[in-house]
């Protein structure tokens, strides 16, 4: 980002009025500092955003980012709205669609969004704000600080006059919009908005069943697509009974779709479309493809581990980090040696994937709900061969993401089909279409070393990662930073990789890498916690209060790029302290069978510590009875009821994947189908979960996902505490939790 | 074939394939929305609606035997969004995603009909087959112990919602 760009943007900055009379302020901010940006959402510089204030005093406010029940279409707005200083309960909010002139960045990815718009969307409301406040002044000859505002009126104070922001637009609109390093913001202390407990803005219309999302998308004359895909990853169609499918009651057409080989972009398949979803569906139940051969058949989930293991006995592909000299550190005290494995396992959003599209004139229209929206504008324009300027995109409420909808697979198959029938066309997927077309959360292994000294201090650890990829480059989400803990806390330590190569599709899943990390390394710090002999959470203590070791600054660092966000240990410790304080950690006598299990894990610039508290009967069957969560996502906590709803939602996310989950591969295509055979949590699974805040001095942070990797290893280190069985590969539901 | 039942208490009449789940009839032929599809094996819940009175997977319900029924879906649950359990919701502030709510809706509203102070017991017992993807079941747990506590629904139309979305979609007609 040069300085020239920069101020344009800053030029932007403005106001005009609108059709029906009113302001509406479009504000084109400023990056980020580039200290607060980090690595893959870097090039997402946020923001801008609308407000409009109507005469009749009505404020709408525009929701920039995709929803997909992590709150946002709330959140923002209440940003907006505080400094603006209105009366919530008057506010309405309007999703936008996609702009990225407008807007820049619109996803819903990494747990970002609280991030990189807390500053940038609350100088929006300000900057209207103070305009609103010039207005009132000059109308009334006073100066401006003899004015205030409050729910959306200016009152000046000397002489107690007031004029509501309605009656003030018609001015306002005239003025020239201050720049945004020059609005005042609220202090905290007299937030009205932030900090209150908002109920979501769809809620009434969640709760009466209006149409929403974007499976609910209906257009004039509309048809309806299904769409058939091999099971063996990106095969394509050698032959199938198009005739017979079209004379199927109710199809218009079916015809195949060629397809490409890049897993995220369009694959080969055979397109049925229907007066009806279900004509369509019964249709493709008489369908008969046959697939093309592919080199991905024979890989399994039996060849992975198998290949796996031989990785593990060789020397590792690369080393991702280094310190001290762990070989000697290991001959000296006592060592602990385990691999840790977790599986492939799905997203599976409670919304089936699905786009409406409708190409006209060559144009196209598209309804859908993706994450990462103009990212699948690109995808679309790629591969239909149309500019982006040409496409439309509209973002639909969504019915779950956990990443599964920052890839836009569907979105370019729906376009694709509505191109070739040339009327508006509504591609839905089947569940086990879903559920066998996902990009799946990585299997893992970790080979893991470690080595306690006689005082009961960690002084070695190696970590041999054994994940999938080519060369240096790890499969999608299938990575892992060399900066993970306990990197730089333990003074003798090896990260290593090895990868074998992948035929499946992969990405991320909420707390991608996390999610499977922290089981990993936390049930290990455990397994080091017993061998030296301490209390499971003094260990953890002690651990996070070493001195870290501090890296030289990154080589030519990249102009724009902001230095990697480094794990806190004393923000860590002071959650697990809180967590154990909150659980009664060590205080409660527990009967066998019963146990408590803690872990912690940071993740998108969040801290969490978790206790769990498990009980396992003789015969092996598994309670989970209750979770305490503390948390440290800085100085606000901006809405508590959504905050506390995303916590305990990651938990019992992380407690579903924990117990169950596994996506299996056999003869190069996954073998569950639908929720029979992948396994999502149930009311009566669901604990008591209480959550506590540890509020700290730095910005506020996201809340989607980081509190959900450390309920995996607590679950697991509980049930050792309970059993004595230790828990090393997922899903818990394969292993005997039989005791005497 | 013609079908003909009642919907939220409309006389009904369509003509579909016999086989067509009253699901896809409710959704794609009547364009009442608020059911979901999810699953379409009678795993997850979200098509829930009341067939004569119980609440009923509509994915597992074809045309043909929904003939002369009376049907509820939560477009028809109470005349202006005040059913306790759709302003339980509401208080609570129950949804994630929300995809999965119009299910759990159901499911509730049918429970309290039956047993007016389910225990959790009950409770977990009766909303076992919804599932909800975001785990937001501690406070739908919650929210159907308030819904018990609260007044029949009201038809006088109620207050605007604290903080709201404009029309969702659907918009172009």
New interface residues.
Partial sequence: MDTNVRVNRRQFLGVSAVAGGGILLATYLEPLNAAETWAPEATDFEPNAFIKIAPDGSV?II?KNP?????V??ML?MLIAEELDVD??I?????AGLDTDKYQGQTAGGSTATPNNWLPMRRVGAAARMMLVTAAAQTWSVPESECTTALGTVTHTGSGRKLTYGELTTKAATLTAPALDQVKLKDPKEFKIIGQ?????????????????G??????GML?ATFVKSPVFAAKVASANLEEIQKE??VRRAFVVEGGNDLFGLLGGVAIVAD????AI?ARKKLKVTWADHPTAQQSSTSFEAQSLALSKQAPQRTLRRDGDVDAALNSGKVVSAAYYYPFISH?????QNCTAHYKDGKLEI?VPSQTPAAGRQLVARTLGMQEKDITIHL???????GRRLYNDYMVEGAWIAKEMGVPVKL?W??EDDIQHDFYRPAGWHYLTGAVDSSGKLVAWRNHFVSFGEGERFASSAGIGAGEFPARFIPNFALQASVMPLGVPTGALRAPGSNGIAFATQTFIDELALAAGKDPAQFRIELLSNAPIVDPPPPNPQPGQGQPILFDGPRMRAVVELVVEKSGWGKTQLPKGTGMGIAFHFSHRGYFAEVVQATVSRAGQLKVDKVWVAGDVGSQIINP??AE??V??AV??GI?EALSQEITIEAGQTRQT???NFR?????Q?P??EVHWKISDVSPTGIGEPALPPVVPALCSAIYAATGKRIRSLPISKHDLKWT | MKVSFKVNGKATTVDV?P???LL?VLR??L???????????S??G?CTVHLRGVATRSCQVAASEAQGADIT???GLSPN?THPV?RA???L??????????GQ?MTAAALLARNPKPSDAE???A??R????????????QAIHRAASLPAADSSPPPP??????T???L??
Avoid: H
């Fill in positions: 709408t929701a929803e997909i029940g992590q709150g279409k709330t707005p919530w309960k506010v309405r909010v309007q999703q407990r908002i109920p979501g803005v769809d809620n009434n219309s969640i709760v009466t069943g209006k149409p929403l999302f499976i609910d998308v209906t257009l004039p309806y009651p109710g009806n979803w279900w004509a019964s599976s959003p409670l919304e089936p309804w639909t409420r969504m019915g779950g993401g956990f839905l089947m569940r009821s959504n709803n995303q305990q939602g019992l996310d579903a639908n929720f029979g999502l949590l149930r009311m009566r669901a008591p979960i | 394939a086989d067509m789940p896809w794609d032929v364009d009442l929305k608020g059911t979901k599809y999810g699953c379409g094996v795993q997850c979200a879906t939560i477009e969004g759709q919701w509401q208080e502030d129950v949804p994630q995603c929300g995809y999965c709510q119009a809706i409770i977990d017992t909303m076992d919804n599932i909800c993807r975001c785990a937001t079941y501690i406070r739908i747990r919602p604290p903080g709201r979305s404009d969702p979609l659907g172009r007609s």
